[in-house]
């Protein structure tokens, strides 16, 4: 599978932004799908999980009542909808798509990553 993240840009604090990932392949639709961001100098960390049928997520805390992440398998697509951005949300963001349909949060459960899109958020 080949995945494409979308939707990155400059926002200033308390502001919204809306990512996309379109999936080529046909096991999308049956896998769980993740999004994880890395800062300057940081490692990468999970920021949230879905499962196939959407019924199933999770968040990392720090994002937790800010972001939400859906997909439209229909359209191969997941999103991560990002309110009430702060400063310490700058990164880089990628999609994933985990090896199983199921939420991971660890990074090892997924086997294909996108490239990603620069969100910078503004003090």
């Known amino acids: 599978v080949q995945l494409q993240a979308s939707g990155g840009g400059l926002v200033q604090a308390g502001g919204s932004l809306r990512l996309s990932c379109a999936a080529s392949?046909?096991?999308?639709?049956?896998?769980?799908m993740g999004w994880f961001r890395q800062a300057p100098g940081k490692e990468r960390e999970f920021v949230a999980a879905?499962?196939?049928?959407?019924?199933?997520?999770d968040y990392a805390d720090s994002v937790k009542g800010r972001f939400t992440i859906s997909r439209d398998n229909a359209k191969n697509t997941v999103y991560l909808q990002m309110n009430s951005l702060k400063p310490e949300d700058t990164a880089v963001y990628c999609c994933?798509?985990?090896?199983?349909?199921?939420?991971?949060?660890?990074?090892?459960?997924?086997?294909?990553w996108g490239q990603g899109t620069q969100v910078t958020v503004s003090s």
């Open positions: 879905i499962n196939w049928s959407g019924g199933r997520t």
């Open positions: 994933a798509r985990s090896r199983h349909n199921y939420v991971y949060t660890q990074s090892s459960f997924y086997d294909s």
């Open positions: 392949g046909r096991t999308f639709n049956i896998l769980g």
